[in-house]
């Protein structure tokens, strides 16, 4: 069964600062990976997403993601945080056949002025 | 700007009460999810529909839960009866086309039964 594992649950940044969310999967296969964001209040929108090919991905908002299959990661970056990218983030794994996804439990990014 | 909606967007009620949470769909988008968010479970997939026809409820409680789509515009989620451990923020997500995987989430019904 796929899964995926978010190993921050809180993270804090000041403005302007680099930031790395980390996420690991467990898929049999080469898995379809995504990122989603959640401000409070608000249903998940979709940060980016990873079929094949290239292993490094760009999404909205300036996140980008890379894929590296050798550690089973796919990790979320930005090079500078902006305060209104503070929300709660998830990495989310889909099993190419079902159409369903897997969500981690979310990392909750504090961005300090 | 296309959105999912979901009604109501807040509901209390006591336990043992039915408990109906309504979705809109973008239109046009064929496959509706629910999903269930809590602290300590984090986001559950309930249930899910393609085309109207229900294509995996195992995520779901049978004995209280059930899902339906009476036409493309609308997904239903009703908990009858409903208890305290329902309490949670459900989310219907709609999703263009099979395999996309671009799941556009509604804003959520915080549900809290008491």
């Known amino acids: 069964a796929q899964s995926v594992t978010q190993p921050d649950i809180h993270i804090t940044v000041s403005e302007g600062a680099s930031l790395e969310l980390r996420c690991n999967y467990s898929?049999?296969?080469?898995?379809?990976l995504f990122w989603y964001v959640q401000s409070p209040g608000q249903g998940l929108q979709l940060l980016l997403k990873?079929?094949?090919?290239?292993?490094l991905v760009q999404g909205i908002k300036g996140f980008e993601a890379e894929f590296k299959r050798s550690q089973s990661s796919f990790n979320l970056r930005k090079p500078s945080v902006h305060w209104s990218d503070a929300a709660e983030y998830f990495c989310?794994?889909?099993?190419?056949?079902?159409?369903?996804?897997?969500f981690g439990q979310g990392t909750i990014l504090t961005v300090h002025p | 700007d296309a959105r999912v909606t979901q009604t109501p967007r807040d509901k209390v009620t006591e336990m043992g009460q039915e408990v109906t949470m309504r979705c809109q769909p973008i239109l046009g988008h064929n496959t509706v999810f629910w999903y269930r968010q809590t602290m300590m479970q984090g986001l559950e997939l309930l249930a899910y529909f393609r085309n109207r026809a229900p294509l995996d409820d195992s995520g779901m409680p049978k004995d209280r839960f059930s899902a339906e789509m009476p036409d493309a515009t609308l997904a239903t989620l009703k908990i009858q009866p409903s208890e305290p451990r329902d309490s949670a923020v459900y989310f219907c997500?709609?999703?263009?086309?099979?395999?996309?995987?671009?799941?556009?989430f509604g804003p959520g019904t915080r549900l809290t039964v008491t």
């Open positions: 997500a709609s999703e263009k086309q099979e395999h996309s995987y671009e799941q556009y």
């Open positions: 989310a794994v889909g099993a190419p056949v079902g159409g369903k996804l897997t």
């Open positions: 990873y079929f094949s090919g290239d292993t």
């Open positions: 898929y049999g296969a080469t898995p379809y």
